[in-house]
């Protein structure tokens, strides 16, 4: 209790200023003030971590579906705004702002220019860079399955036409030798909806020509450590009695 008053007293501070109009907090089922501002900042000023300047403005229109709405600046002052990003918003971008901690507070989803010629995957969430960067925290685990390397959205070689695919594929660019196997492979990157999975692809194999190993590494997006966008897949898991100090992680290159 004695915080909500701390901060219900701060925000009344705050917002107490005749030139401004602010949204009746009891429209908001008693949550923390929000207001929808236009950024006001030189582009040179915006910086994710840093405080830029948003017009408040009026969100105005016919209230039904389809109905037209309309945003109009309010005669008021511009307000420091904390900018949490991801993402960097333009001048004149608008913005959801909230009272968090003291301070207004807004973030932006995405990188500025981020996710500027990302492909869409088939069956996929997920925009993804066409180049992508894999680390292996331990080369060395699982009898050097996981190396790190690029990986490129490109045309499956011919040797792997009878695997049927029949479009591009998330490939790496260099081939590593199987101890084991005493043959060159590929690595292979799929995504089916929200998750990515890493497996090896064999020109030739002992156990087949061409061949496909099954899923060694695998990430959902959504879980911590993995997102769209920024694009990145930081905590995935290995196969079941895998090397525990296997780690792999994907980031655009």
Sequence with gaps: MGRSVAVDDLVGLRLRQGTRRWPDSGLDHGGLPAFVGRVRSDRSKIAVNKFLLVQPVSVLGVEKEGGVGDLSSLRAAPVPVYLLGPGLPDPGDYLICRFVDHRWVAEKAGRSG?????????????????????????????????????????????????????QKIFLSTSTFDDPIAKVPFYYLLSCLYNQFTLTRLYPTSPYGSPYRDAALYTWLVGGYGNSCDPFRLDNGSAFPGSDPTCSVTIDPA
């Design 114 to 166: 981020t996710t500027s010629g990302y492909i869409p995957v088939p069956q996929c969430f997920c925009l993804v860079p066409p180049t992508l960067r894999m680390t292996s925290a331990d080369p060395k685990a699982n009898y050097r399955m996981f190396q790190s390397c690029t990986i490129q959205y490109q045309t499956p070689p011919a040797e792997f036409t009878a695997l049927g695919f029949t």
